[in-house]
Structure formats: structure tokens, C-alpha cells
């Protein structure tokens, strides 16, 4: 019979995977995680993070990640920096495709591709895309130094980071649909308290408006009575929730919900015995990077059970 050659996979190294990651090396898996980029996922680009407990300080997300996998590292997780062409997830073995033709196999796999800022999808909005239209306050918030700013969403992720953008912008207008915010209590204060911040309540944006030399100029508005108005900004910051990172994954082999988010049980089992998923990609309510770390420990948890008591399998390590 064909060998495996890890015990486990672990597909995405933001904080669902680095943590089940540090589980599975300390649990002594033959395991290996694949990257694509960097480390940390969505927690990167996150400006400040206020709410991981044991930072009573709050940490930036950069440094979160960077202390998550350092820690993971500690304890020798293997890690593969490449590009995924395809996975199959079917039968005892699972193998995972590189970009470059390499196959790989384990005996498990455990997904965690997270998400990605879903689009607002009206016009300008693609074609002025880096060019005044951003999904990443901490990317591009510097290059608004002095000038005036829309930020469109509601959540957490829009006003947390139109909090950030006032530390550069002269004026960030939040343009939300309803007439509530959706973010956490905490930030709401701090927002409607910040002067730099005004909020346009009721309110879609229709069109992104520019030129090829300047890049965005103008926001074509609807209003909830269907009025319609022109608000003056140079970048527009959209932060209008998630979307899953599917790309790689064999749909047609897993179960999704509606939005494509897979759905797993509470142990973090998908609908294929063997492969099981943790973080943003999974279908839930709450997204927090301490839900991510924590469903990442319960999925590999998981993990060693479904692959039974194969403890020291390797050569003893008695130098930690
Ligand atoms: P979210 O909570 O889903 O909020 C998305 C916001 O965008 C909502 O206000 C929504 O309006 C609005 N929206 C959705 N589609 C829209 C459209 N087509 N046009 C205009 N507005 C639209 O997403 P998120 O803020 O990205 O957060 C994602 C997850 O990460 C959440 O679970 C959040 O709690 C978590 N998170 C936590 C923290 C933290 O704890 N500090 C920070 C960031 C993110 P409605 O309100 O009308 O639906």
C-alpha cells in the first residue's frame, strides 16, 4: 500500500494554522504547513489588534503573527513556502499539488485558507483598484497623508481601520447602508468621539470616479430615499466584509454553505473523513483571531485522534 509522507498537512499558515501547527509539533506529528506568502494571514495587514488576550497593551498584528511563529518554529513546525495547484481530498491518502508539479501526501489535511475583502463590485471600483480604491488600511493608509477619505462598511474590520486611517487623513467619511453600525460597542465610541470621522448613514456607493492621471477623485452616492450626491475623496478604503479563499479547494468534494464557507462539526470535521478545516474559511458567526487560534488547537487535537496513538513513531527527543 501506498505510504504517506506526513501524518498531516496543514494548508495556511495564519493563526488557525501556525497554532494547530504548534500543536502538531509539540504532538510530535511528522507535519508539514504550505504557504503561500507570508505567514499571518488577514492579522498582517491589521493595523492594531486590541482584543488577543495576553497583550494587555494590544500588539500590531505584524508583531502577533511574528510571536506566533516564532513560537510554532520553537518546536520545529516544517514549513513550505509555494503555490497550490490542486488538492484531493479523497481516500486514506491525500495529496496536494504544487504549482510546480510536486505531489504531496498525508494522511490528513487540515485546511486553513482563511479569507479575502469581498468587493463592492460598481464601477471605477476595479479600475482604480491601487489607484485610490484599497482593501488594506496598513498598506496604503501613509500615502493619504493630509487628504480627505471614504471608508464603506460597518463591521469591525471598517471602523477599527478608519480609526487607523485618521492618523494620516485629514477627514474619513464612513459611508454605511443602514443606520447602525455592526461594529463592537467599544469601537463605535471611539469613532463617533474621534472629530476626524463623519458618518454618512443610509448611504451605497454607485460609482468610483477618477481620472487616469490622479486616480480617484469623486464618489458617486445613493441614498436610502434615492437621492444621489458627489462626495470629493482621493482613496476609498472598502471594507465590506469576507470572502472565502476556495480557490484551491475541491469543491466538489466538500461541504460548503451557501456563501462557500466550509462547514465543519464542532471539532472541526469536514464532511470527508480525514480532512478538517479551522479559521475564517469555516462556516461560523464569530471571526476572531482568538476563534482562529483556538479552532486550529481543537482541530488538531482532532487530528491525532482520527490518526490514533502512533506517539513515538520517531526517535526520542530528550534535549528540550
Ligand atoms: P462584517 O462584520 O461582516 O461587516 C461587514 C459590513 O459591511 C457590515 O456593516 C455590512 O453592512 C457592510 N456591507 C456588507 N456588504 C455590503 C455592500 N455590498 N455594500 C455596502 N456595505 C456592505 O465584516 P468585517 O468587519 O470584515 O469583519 C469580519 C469578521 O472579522 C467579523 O466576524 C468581525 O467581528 C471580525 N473582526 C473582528 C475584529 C475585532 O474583534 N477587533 C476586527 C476586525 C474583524 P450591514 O451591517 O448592513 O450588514
Redesign the pocket.
Given at each position: 500500500m501506498q505510504q504517506a509522507q506526513y501524518q498531516l498537512i496543514i494548508v495556511g499558515g495564519g493563526p488557525a494554522g501556525l497554532t494547530a501547527g504548534l500543536y502538531a509539533a509539540r504532538g510530535r506529528l511528522d507535519v508539514l504547513l504550505i504557504e503561500k506568502g507570508a505567514t499571518g494571514g488577514q492579522v498582517l495587514v491589521t493595523d492594531w489588534?486590541?482584543?488577543y488576550p495576553g497583550f494587555a497593551e494590544g500588539v500590531s498584528g505584524f508583531d502577533l503573527i511574528d510571536k506566533m511563529t516564532a513560537h510554532a518554529d520553537r518546536f520545529g513546525l516544517q514549513k513550505r513556502f509555494a503555490n497550490i495547484a490542486s488538492l484531493d481530498l479523497t481516500g486514506d491518502i491525500k495529496s496536494v499539488t504544487l504549482e510546480n508539479g510536486e505531489v504531496l501526501t498525508a494522511k490528513s489535511i487540515l485546511l486553513c485558507t482563511g479569507a479575502r475583502p469581498?468587493k463592492?463590485d460598481v464601477p471605477g471600483e476595479y479600475e482604480f483598484s491601487g489607484r485610490g480604491v484599497s482593501y488594506c488600511a496598513t498598506c496604503d493608509g501613509p500615502f493619504y497623508r493630509n487628504q480627505e477619505i471614504a471608508v464603506?462598511?460597518?463591521?469591525?474590520?471598517?471602523i477599527?481601520e478608519a480609526l487607523h486611517l485618521t492618523k494620516f487623513a485629514t477627514k474619513v467619511t464612513v459611508i454605511?447602508?443602514?443606520d447602525e453600525?455592526?461594529a463592537?460597542k467599544i469601537l463605535q465610541e471611539k469613532a463617533f468621539c474621534n472629530q476626524k470621522i463623519e458618518f454618512l448613514w443610509n448611504t451605497?456607493v454607485a460609482e468610483i470616479r477618477g481620472s487616469k492621471t490622479a486616480g480617484v477623485e469623486e464618489l458617486l452616492l445613493r441614498h436610502s430615499n434615492n437621492e444621489e450626491s458627489v462626495l470629493k475623496v482621493t482613496g476609498i478604503f472598502i471594507?465590506?466584509?469576507?470572502a472565502p479563499n476556495t480557490t484551491i479547494l475541491p469543491l466538489d468534494q466538500l461541504r460548503t454553505d451557501e456563501s462557500g464557507f466550509i462547514i465543519t462539526d464542532h471539532e472541526m470535521a469536514t464532511s470527508i473523513p480525514g480532512v478538517f478545516a479551522a479559521g475564517d474559511i469555516r462556516s461560523k458567526r464569530?471571526?476572531?483571531i482568538v476563534n482562529a487560534a483556538g479552532e486550529g488547537a481543537v482541530a488538531e487535537l482532532s487530528v491525532e485522534r482520527y490518526l490514533g496513538n502512533q506517539a513515538f513513531d520517531q526517535p526520542l527527543n530528550c534535549s528540550e
Amino acid at each position: 500500500m501506498q505510504q504517506a509522507q506526513y501524518q498531516l498537512i496543514i494548508v495556511g499558515g495564519g493563526p488557525a494554522g501556525l497554532t494547530a501547527g504548534l500543536y502538531a509539533a509539540r504532538g510530535r506529528l511528522d507535519v508539514l504547513l504550505i504557504e503561500k506568502g507570508a505567514t499571518g494571514g488577514q492579522v498582517l495587514v491589521t493595523d492594531w489588534v486590541d482584543n488577543y488576550p495576553g497583550f494587555a497593551e494590544g500588539v500590531s498584528g505584524f508583531d502577533l503573527i511574528d510571536k506566533m511563529t516564532a513560537h510554532a518554529d520553537r518546536f520545529g513546525l516544517q514549513k513550505r513556502f509555494a503555490n497550490i495547484a490542486s488538492l484531493d481530498l479523497t481516500g486514506d491518502i491525500k495529496s496536494v499539488t504544487l504549482e510546480n508539479g510536486e505531489v504531496l501526501t498525508a494522511k490528513s489535511i487540515l485546511l486553513c485558507t482563511g479569507a479575502r475583502p469581498r468587493k463592492l463590485d460598481v464601477p471605477g471600483e476595479y479600475e482604480f483598484s491601487g489607484r485610490g480604491v484599497s482593501y488594506c488600511a496598513t498598506c496604503d493608509g501613509p500615502f493619504y497623508r493630509n487628504q480627505e477619505i471614504a471608508v464603506v462598511g460597518g463591521g469591525n474590520t471598517a471602523i477599527q481601520e478608519a480609526l487607523h486611517l485618521t492618523k494620516f487623513a485629514t477627514k474619513v467619511t464612513v459611508i454605511h447602508r443602514r443606520d447602525e453600525l455592526r461594529a463592537t460597542k467599544i469601537l463605535q465610541e471611539k469613532a463617533f468621539c474621534n472629530q476626524k470621522i463623519e458618518f454618512l448613514w443610509n448611504t451605497r456607493v454607485a460609482e468610483i470616479r477618477g481620472s487616469k492621471t490622479a486616480g480617484v477623485e469623486e464618489l458617486l452616492l445613493r441614498h436610502s430615499n434615492n437621492e444621489e450626491s458627489v462626495l470629493k475623496v482621493t482613496g476609498i478604503f472598502i471594507f465590506i466584509g469576507i470572502a472565502p479563499n476556495t480557490t484551491i479547494l475541491p469543491l466538489d468534494q466538500l461541504r460548503t454553505d451557501e456563501s462557500g464557507f466550509i462547514i465543519t462539526d464542532h471539532e472541526m470535521a469536514t464532511s470527508i473523513p480525514g480532512v478538517f478545516a479551522a479559521g475564517d474559511i469555516r462556516s461560523k458567526r464569530s471571526r476572531q483571531i482568538v476563534n482562529a487560534a483556538g479552532e486550529g488547537a481543537v482541530a488538531e487535537l482532532s487530528v491525532e485522534r482520527y490518526l490514533g496513538n502512533q506517539a513515538f513513531d520517531q526517535p526520542l527527543n530528550c534535549s528540550e
